[in-house]
């Protein structure tokens, strides 16, 4: 009888099939997965086996990885695992409330949200829910000569993986750290990486590139990427005490990362659900109001929520964000459809700005 220990991983997509399996070794640990995708969990099933790639000193470094299992929804039994992870996305995790509600062992959310787990333990009771930071940028996808030899194949960081230090039981090369240690490591990755990283996603986007990358290689945009890192550096260390030295060395890495020629991280996986990440608290527009409750009007992030206003991409499940924009007055776009109230700074901001910023948008696209 096998004694490593067992994780059960919810979706197969960029984190869950190129990063995770990092995490844990082959020795110790066998990892199955959950995947809603019938093309990726049958492709996997086939193969029994895929390489994921890691980016180090400008190469790739490969493993070979072997599931123990794929299932579809519904055919896995949670019970049976020793940590349970997922990676699904934060408008799909409910969906699993149910299943997980049984769950004796920690559940680790690697999702970009940190309410989640208090969110799903007032719903279901289960107080086995933790939240984790995959301190990575990590492709779904890999360049085209990886992925003639191996169509599974996938482009991952070399990052850091935190989690809060009550599911340490389930072990890895993960960072289990207090709630402090986790809450400064949340603000920088929620403001100086979500924030400047859908912000280059829109602009590349807006400028007609498919990669990341490529986008940075603008200068305009990577001149509006470098100053929206700069005024979240403002934020994050005059409102939440953040040390400057950590926040400054932060926002140099994530630059470097956005411009990473060897994640072809596509800005179609970076860019999508739109109106997600214009939430009212989250990395476009909460990030907006938390910099002018500090005292500065954030004119590279302004650039960027326009940008996502903009956002034309016809396959993607928030795509009529554009048809709304274009159809609506400027005053009840923002009011009845981002629910950004008349009377806040932001919304009297925006508005004052609202033709130049399009027309700066138009630029980028333009050139």
């Not at 995490?23 to 199955?32: A, G, M, Q, T, V």
């Not at 049976?80 to 992870?85: A, M, Q, R, S, T």
């Not at 206003?309 to 924009?325: C, V």
Request: charged letters at 25%; one cysteine or more; proline letters at 5%.
């Amino acid at each position: 009888m096998s004694n490593k220990k067992k994780i059960l991983v919810y979706g197969a997509g960029a984190i869950g099939r190129g990063y995770i399996p990092w995490l844990f070794n082959s020795r110790d640990y066998s990892i199955s997965f959950v995947e809603q995708n019938p093309e990726i969990r049958n492709l996997l099933r086939k193969n029994k086996s895929y390489k994921t790639y890691m980016t180090i000193d400008e190469n790739y470094k490969e493993l070979t990885f072997h599931p123990e299992a794929c299932f579809e929804p519904g055919e896995e039994d949670p019970s049976e695992y020793d940590g349970i992870i997922t990676a699904v996305g934060p408008r799909q995790i409910f969906d699993l409330r149910e299943i997980l509600s049984t769950a004796s062992c920690p559940v680790l959310f690697f999702e970009n949200d940190s309410s989640l787990p208090k969110k799903l333990m007032n719903l279901t009771g289960n107080k086995n829910f933790f939240f984790g930071i995959p301190d990575v940028i990590t492709s779904n996808t890999a360049p085209q000569s990886l992925q003639d030899n191996d169509p599974l194949a996938i482009v991952t960081e070399n990052g850091i993986c935190f989690s809060d230090e009550e599911a340490s039981i389930i072990g890895g090369s993960i960072s289990f750290v207090d709630k402090s240690e986790l809450h400064k490591q949340w603000m920088a990755k929620l403001y100086m990486h979500n924030t400047p990283h859908c912000i280059a996603a829109y602009l590349g986007a807006i400028n007609g590139r498919e990669y990341l990358h490529e986008g940075m290689k603008n200068k305009k945009i990577h001149s509006i990427v470098q100053g929206a890192m700069i005024e979240m550096e403002d934020t994050i260390v005059k409102l939440y005490g953040i040390d400057r030295e950590f926040a400054v060395w932060y926002g140099d890495k994530e630059l470097k990362r956005f411009s990473n020629e060897l994640l072809f991280d596509p800005i179609s996986r970076v860019a999508r659900e739109p109106f997600r990440k214009l939430g009212l608290y989250d990395r476009l527009i909460g990030a907006s109001q938390l910099s002018l409750s500090a005292g500065k009007i954030p004119e590279n992030i302004l650039l960027g929520i326009m940008a996502a206003f903009l956002y034309d991409e016809i396959n993607d499940e928030d795509s009529h964000i554009k048809i709304l924009i274009d159809a609506l007055d400027p005053r009840d776009f923002l009011k009845l459809i981002i629910k950004i109230n008349p009377h806040e700074a932001l919304y009297k901001v925006m508005i004052d700005r609202w033709e130049n910023l399009r027309n700066m948008i138009g630029d980028i696209a333009n050139g």
